[in-house]
């Protein structure tokens, strides 16, 4: 079994898409597109993430698709961690068609400038009431934000924190030692996992396995198998591989695990940490 633990989909519209470089990606992407990429690298369930449209019309649709789509069998939704109604916003979510596959949320932390932003009284409330809510919350951060995650971890125990991308390690610049100390501390923390997902798109265009796999063995080294998942940060990784291209390289990474240890990362991680239904 295999779990995509994090993709996306959208529509050419969104305002993101409009920065110079993304031209290739810039189209709508459906579950129509979704569905025979599955079928291909023969993965069995998904986790649809949000897509940085920042607003619960989008997370009422993921969660429509996932309602009509059985091999979506989770969605990480959108809320804004300075929105003072943010457990109002989450029980609304609860209301709508497919809403027993809402599994998380997220934030678009990356974008804030403000380097206390995740030590506010209101953010921290904010990411108390994701975990009360039975909900993930997922970090969508830069590398410098990641010292801050680590603080807000442990000051937030009640609540499971999910790290995209490694924490965006600068993979094409290969500063491996930089990335292992800053995430050092957000790996020491119980509710924390993380994502084996976004890494060759950090390594750059002209990435080879061997560019990602000592960071993969770093994470398993600080992380472990039982809190790494897999992802393949479909769309964004078509900006330098296709779907089939992400699985097989992180397939390559994992070849000397144990097959205990390969099944947690490409599935028992993602079904423990986001409870997700999935068949055999």
Request: hydrophobic share 45%; with cysteine.
């Amino acid at each position: 079994m295999i779990i995509d633990a994090h993709h996306h989909l959208w529509t050419a519209d969104y305002q993101w898409l409009t920065a110079p470089g993304l031209e290739s990606i810039r189209r709508d992407y459906t579950v129509a597109d979704l569905v025979p990429r599955l079928d291909e690298s023969n993965v069995t369930a998904t986790v649809l993430v949000e897509a940085g449209r920042c607003d619960a019309e989008e997370t009422a649709g993921f969660l429509a698709h996932a309602a009509t789509t059985p091999r979506i069998a989770g969605v990480v939704g959108w809320a804004s961690l300075t929105d003072p109604a943010i457990s109002t916003t989450l029980a609304g979510y609860r209301g709508l068609p497919g809403a027993s596959k809402l599994v998380g949320v997220r934030d678009q932390v990356q974008a804030v400038t403000d380097p206390g932003h995740l030590a506010r009284p209101d953010v921290r409330n904010a990411l108390a009431a994701v975990g009360a809510a039975g909900l993930t919350f997922d970090l969508v951060v830069h590398l410098g934000q990641v010292p801050a995650c680590a603080e807000a971890a442990q000051a937030t125990p009640g609540t499971t924190f999910v790290l995209d991308h490694l924490g965006k390690p600068r993979i094409e610049a290969y500063d491996l030692a930089g990335w292992r100390a800053t995430v050092r501390d957000l790996a020491a923390c119980d509710n924390v996992v993380a994502k084996l997902s976004g890494l060759l798109t950090e390594a750059g265009a002209g990435w080879r396995v061997a560019d990602i796999r000592p960071y993969v063995d770093t994470a398993l080294d600080l992380f472990g198998p039982h809190r790494l998942m897999a992802g393949s940060d479909w769309p964004v990784c078509e900006l330098v591989a296709t779907y089939d291209e992400a699985w097989t390289a992180l397939h390559a990474c994992l070849g000397e695990l144990s097959p205990d240890e390969r099944t947690a990362v490409l599935a028992d991680t993602a079904i423990r940490t986001y409870a997700l239904e999935v068949g055999s």
